[in-house]
């Protein structure tokens, strides 16, 4: 469980009675704790790599059905109407 912490002037440390979600100190917490945080943290990380090979497939993926879709409507101008 997470405590709020204070760090004195003399470098003791004093508890403190704030919720942690209200702590506008340091936050202590047991080792539990710290790795559930790092791996809530971890699952939304992403390297420039992903971000880029994200884009590029979002970007080519627009780019093509808007050529296909294009191609598509030349051809069909090109064809006798009734």
């Known amino acids: 469980m997470a405590q709020c912490i204070q760090i ?3 470098g003791t440390i004093t508890a403190l009675s704030v919720p942690p979600a209200q702590c506008q ?3 202590l917490m047991d ?3 710290y790795a559930n945080v790092m791996a809530a ?3 939304w990380a992403a390297d420039q790599n992903q971000i880029e090979q994200g884009f ?3 970007f080519g993926l627009v780019m093509t ?3 296909v879709a294009y191609g598509y ?3 069909i101008s090109f064809l006798p109407s009734k």
């Open 31 to 33: 080792s539990t704790d």
């Open 41 to 43: 943290g971890n699952i």
């Open 73 to 75: 409507g030349a051809i």
């Open 56 to 58: 590029g497939w979002g």
């Open 8 to 10: 004195n002037q003399d």
């Open 65 to 67: 059905c808007y050529l």
């Open 25 to 27: 100190s340091y936050l």
